[in-house]
């Protein structure tokens, strides 16, 4: 175990530190309230185009479906019903996909009274920042303000030089630490952390609905076309309407395959109480762990209920962007 002397030596002289990266602790407070008020967004560029690739393949279904099989239809009703409930889950779909990017998944240390890693136990640590750790706040002054007793040793990332709690992973695309980190998707542009999972379960349950409706749609559609006269069934003439109604086949097969394998992932890492990198890295647990249902009501947020299914729980506006930090792969607005 090294002194606490050198410790704050490797810190203070990490090439990741630069004179503008110092954590002032006297601001804390001031931080905590401003980073709470931020959106988080990540600047990637494949994650920003895949984020755009699914919000563009949305539309492309809701066009067929609005364009090419229900308006057309002569029953009004079918239409009517089928209409209000795909556009539904398409909202909500897109609704959850946005929490789910512009959510911070917490980074590394956000969790007031959060244990910290301490050799093959935990260390309670008096106060953190709320949402995103700024890279270096590992600093000299930070680590002697946690007023650490002797001999106790805290983990410092060698990345981001943030100070790193239990069960946090470093994200090389968001460049920070984040707790209970499951994955980084890049479809959401964003980690798959302890505060966005359950947008991104329900992102991936009403993407995989929407698309079963959709299959089904076109399924009745072929149907009514072949009984009838495909100049008919469509505004559009026969062969773009078989072409728009096989690509959408293909994107409903593709995305409902993709989502319900993620949606049913999820589930099962939620009531297991273990994250896909825990998973894969065979992690021992040094937490205890929750029962299933505790595991579902600390994701979702108390008892069973239609809030469950709500991607906009807790949604307020944001305040306007300020100045962006420099070398940060995100913004916060």
């Not at 606490?4 to 490797?10: E, T």
């Not at 967004?41 to 984020?51: K, L, S, V, W």
């Not at 109604?245 to 593709?254: H, S, Y």
């Not at 992932?265 to 937490?287: A, F, M, V, Y």
Request: overall charge neutral; charged content about 20%; proline content about 6%.
């Amino acid at each position: 175990m090294q002194p606490s002397g050198h410790r704050l030596r490797d810190v203070e002289h990490h090439p990741l530190l630069a004179e503008n990266d110092n954590y002032d602790s006297s601001s804390s407070s001031s931080s905590e309230a401003d980073v709470a008020d931020r959106v988080w967004f990540i600047r990637d560029g494949c994650g920003m185009i895949c984020a755009v690739m699914t919000w563009l393949l949305v539309a492309y279904a809701d066009f067929v479906v609005t364009f090419v099989m229900l308006l057309p239809s002569k029953d009004f009703w079918y239409s009517v019903v089928n209409g209000v409930i795909f556009n539904c889950l398409a909202v909500l779909a897109l609704s959850s996909h946005l929490r789910t990017m512009l959510t911070d998944p917490v980074s590394a240390g956000c969790v007031t009274g959060d244990p910290l890693v301490c050799g093959d136990r935990t260390v309670s640590v008096q106060s953190f920042l709320l949402g995103a750790v700024p890279k270096g706040n590992a600093t000299k002054e930070y680590m002697e303000s946690l007023q650490l007793k002797p001999g106790e040793v805290i983990y410092k990332c060698p990345k981001c030089c943030c100070i790193k709690p239990e069960r946090a992973h470093h994200c090389s695309i968001c460049k920070r630490c984040i707790r209970k980190m499951d994955h980084h998707c890049p479809w959401v542009n964003n980690c798959v952390g302890e505060k966005n999972q359950r947008f991104f379960v329900l992102f991936t349950m009403y993407i995989a609905l929407s698309s079963v409706h959709a299959l089904i749609l076109c399924g009745l559609q072929f149907i009514s076309c072949v009984r009838g006269q495909w100049t008919e069934c469509s505004d559009f003439s026969p062969p773009i309407t078989v072409i728009l109604l096989i690509f959408l086949c293909l994107e409903g097969l593709l995305f409902f395959t993709f989502t319900a394998v993620m949606f049913g992932t999820q589930i099962h890492s939620i009531c297991n109480d273990e994250t896909e990198i825990e998973r894969l890295k065979s992690e021992k647990p040094t937490w205890e762990r929750r029962l299933r249902w505790e595991g579902m009501k600390s994701v979702f947020g108390g008892p069973p209920s239609l809030l469950w299914m709500n991607p906009f729980v807790g949604f307020r506006f944001r305040r306007l962007p300020t100045r962006p930090r420099k070398g940060s792969p995100e913004f916060s607005v």
